[in-house]
C-alpha cells in the first residue's frame, strides 16, 4: 500500500509562522512535523510516500529530497499556485497512488494512530475518528459499528487520517475541491467504514497549538 501525506495548504492559520516556511516544515523537538510522518509511516512498512505540494512547496522537496535517508521513495505531486484543497490534490496524484487502496493523513496533525494498512473490501474508504477538540465541538460524522454515518447523536471528528480506494476520486475532475463532500455521497451509499481512535491525536493548525505540542515534548522529556 502506497500512502500520501497531504502538504500542500497555504497555512492561514498559522500564520505568520507559514509566510516564509511551509506548515509541514514547522519543528517540534528540533525535526520538522513532516519527518515524524515519514519515519512512521516507514516503520509501518510503507515504502512509496506521494507528497503534494504548492505553497512553499520547493522547499519541502529540498529538504525531504528522494525520501531515502528515512527508508522511503518519495514521489511529489505539484499543484498550481493556491492548491487543489483535499480532494482536488488527491485526484491529482492518482497516478502516483496507482490503483490499488492507499492511506491519506494530513502534514498538519500529531497522532499515535500506527497506520497499518487495511483491506477495503467492497469500501470505499476508512476513515479514523477521534474525540472532537475543543475548536471543532460539533464533529464530523458518528460511527455506527463499524460505519461511518452522516447522522447519529453521537458525533466525531476526522482524523485526518485515512484509507481509501482510488475509486472514490476516479469520477472528480481534476480541479479545486473539499474531501468532504466525496465523503458524504460514499457514506449516502453506505460504503464508508471507520473506527475510533482513542489515542494522542493534536490538529496542530494554529501557532497557539503548536506551542503545545512543542510543550508536551519538553515535559515528556523532562519526565524521561
Same mark, same amino acid.
Given at each position: 500500500?502506497?500512502?500520501?501525506?497531504?502538504?500542500?495548504?497555504?497555512?492561514?492559520?498559522?500564520? =505568520?509562522?507559514?509566510?516564509?516556511?511551509?506548515?509541514?516544515?514547522?519543528?517540534? *523537538?528540533?525535526?520538522?512535523?513532516?519527518?515524524?510522518?515519514?519515519?512512521?509511516?516507514?516503520?509501518?512498512?510503507?515504502?512509496?510516500?506521494?507528497?503534494?505540494?504548492?505553497?512553499?512547496?520547493?522547499?519541502?522537496?529540498?529538504?525531504?529530497?528522494?525520501?531515502?535517508?528515512?527508508? $522511503?521513495?518519495?514521489?511529489?505531486?505539484?499543484?498550481?499556485?493556491?492548491?487543489?484543497?483535499? *480532494?482536488?490534490?488527491?485526484? &491529482?496524484?492518482?497516478?502516483?497512488?496507482?490503483?490499488? =487502496?492507499?492511506?491519506?493523513?494530513?502534514?498538519?496533525?500529531?497522532?499515535?494512530?500506527?497506520?497499518?494498512?487495511?483491506?477495503?473490501?467492497?469500501?470505499?474508504?476508512?476513515?479514523?475518528?477521534?474525540?472532537? =477538540?475543543?475548536?471543532?465541538?460539533?464533529? %464530523?460524522?458518528?460511527?455506527?459499528?463499524?460505519? $461511518?454515518?452522516?447522522?447519529? %447523536?453521537?458525533?466525531?471528528?476526522?482524523?485526518?487520517?485515512?484509507?481509501?480506494?482510488?475509486?472514490?476520486?476516479?469520477?472528480?475532475?481534476?480541479?479545486?475541491? =473539499? #474531501? *468532504?463532500?466525496?465523503?458524504? &455521497? *460514499?457514506?449516502?451509499?453506505?460504503? $464508508?467504514?471507520?473506527?475510533?481512535? &482513542?489515542?494522542?491525536?493534536?490538529? $496542530?493548525?494554529?501557532?497557539?497549538? #503548536?506551542?503545545?505540542?512543542?510543550?508536551?515534548?519538553?515535559?515528556?522529556?523532562?519526565?524521561?
Amino acid at each position: 500500500m502506497r500512502a500520501m501525506i497531504l502538504a500542500a495548504g497555504r497555512g492561514e492559520r498559522m500564520r =505568520p509562522l507559514s509566510d516564509r516556511i511551509p506548515k509541514p516544515l514547522l519543528s517540534v *523537538a528540533g525535526r520538522p512535523l513532516i519527518e515524524y510522518h515519514l519515519i512512521r509511516l516507514a516503520d509501518a512498512g510503507y515504502k512509496d510516500i506521494v507528497i503534494n505540494l504548492a505553497w512553499l512547496g520547493e522547499k519541502i522537496r529540498q529538504s525531504l529530497g528522494d525520501g531515502s535517508r528515512f527508508g $522511503v521513495r518519495i514521489h511529489y505531486s505539484p499543484e498550481p499556485p493556491g492548491g487543489l484543497e483535499t *480532494a482536488g490534490g488527491i485526484r &491529482r496524484a492518482l497516478s502516483l497512488l496507482g490503483d490499488a =487502496p492507499f492511506l491519506a493523513i494530513s502534514a498538519d496533525i500529531w497522532c499515535d494512530h500506527p497506520l497499518a494498512p487495511h483491506d477495503l473490501g467492497d469500501d470505499l474508504g476508512h476513515l479514523v475518528l477521534v474525540d472532537n =477538540p475543543p475548536h471543532h465541538p460539533q464533529g %464530523d460524522f458518528s460511527l455506527d459499528g463499524d460505519r $461511518v454515518s452522516l447522522y447519529g %447523536d453521537r458525533r466525531l471528528t476526522y482524523s485526518g487520517i485515512g484509507f481509501f480506494s482510488p475509486e472514490l476520486f476516479a469520477g472528480l475532475q481534476e480541479k479545486s475541491g =473539499p #474531501l *468532504a463532500p466525496v465523503l458524504r &455521497r *460514499a457514506m449516502r451509499k453506505g460504503r $464508508v467504514r471507520g473506527e475510533y481512535h &482513542r489515542g494522542e491525536w493534536m490538529d $496542530v493548525g494554529t501557532p497557539e497549538r #503548536l506551542r503545545r505540542l512543542r510543550s508536551r515534548f519538553i515535559s515528556s522529556i523532562s519526565k524521561g
